[in-house]
């Protein structure tokens, strides 16, 4: 295996017995092995990643392993073991968020277990309060593995900072919204987020 990480770790038991996770409904995406062909499934976590098809001893994920997404656009990275090097925060093996309402990314202190054990037990409800609405749980149940929602005004805007009611929303492709995302950090501040994953 790729990873290189114990069967018995957190990481290494998503990736060899699941095709991933949907928690609330699909909002949040845990990334596991492949599955089968169909283009609306979860992608896994080799895919996102660009992990050789065979094993390649020198692989790295350089600056880090994209472990999920949500539907916002948000990335959970673990980091890899030079963090500062690659312009992001935390410590080596902490999980990381690049947040598509900031377009920064942020130190999350935890790891890969404590992490999952978090979001298992809630986590999200209070990480997401601001950036949820009436009905959102309707909405994100509808979309493929490889959708999340575009919102307009974006996320980091003023306007939907101050009312994300008034925004309006439409499922797009992932690609997308991370496309957008990267080219909006470096037209604001010149700063290239990184490898946020491939969908």
């Known amino acids: 295996m790729q990873l290189q990480v114990s069967a ?3 990481l290494g038991g ?13 909002w949040l995406r845990i990334f596991g092995s492949p599955g089968d062909a169909d283009p609306e499934r979860l992608p896994g976590l080799a895919e996102i990643n660009v992990m050789p098809s065979t094993f390649d001893p020198a692989w790295r994920p350089g600056t880090g ?4 997404h949500d539907v916002l656009g ?13 312009g992001r925060p935390g410590e080596p093996g902490e999980i990381i968020y690049f947040a598509p309402d900031s377009l920064g990314w942020e130190a999350l202190g935890a790891g890969y277990s404590a992490w999952l054990s978090w979001i298992l037990s809630g986590g999200p409800q209070e990480f997401y309060g601001g ?5 959102w749980r309707s909405e994100v149940s509808v979309l493929t593995g490889r959708q999340g929602l575009s919102f307009f005004p974006p996320l980091w805007s003023a306007e ?3 009312d994300l009611r008034a925004t309006s929303r439409r499922a797009v492709p ?7 995302s ?7 501040d010149g700063v290239d987020p990184g490898f946020l994953g491939v969908v």
């Open 182 to 188: 990267r080219d909006s950090c470096l037209q604001f």
């Open 74 to 86: 948000g990335v959970f990275s673990l980091n890899g073991g030079d963090p500062r090097a690659a």
């Open 65 to 68: 392993l994209v472990v999920a």
């Open 174 to 180: 992932m690609a997308e919204i991370l496309g957008l």
């Open 14 to 26: 998503i990736v060899l017995n699941s095709g991933g996770l949907l928690v609330d409904s699909g």
């Open 160 to 162: 939907a900072r101050q």
């Open 131 to 135: 950036l949820r609405w009436d009905g």
């Open 8 to 10: 018995q770790s957190n």
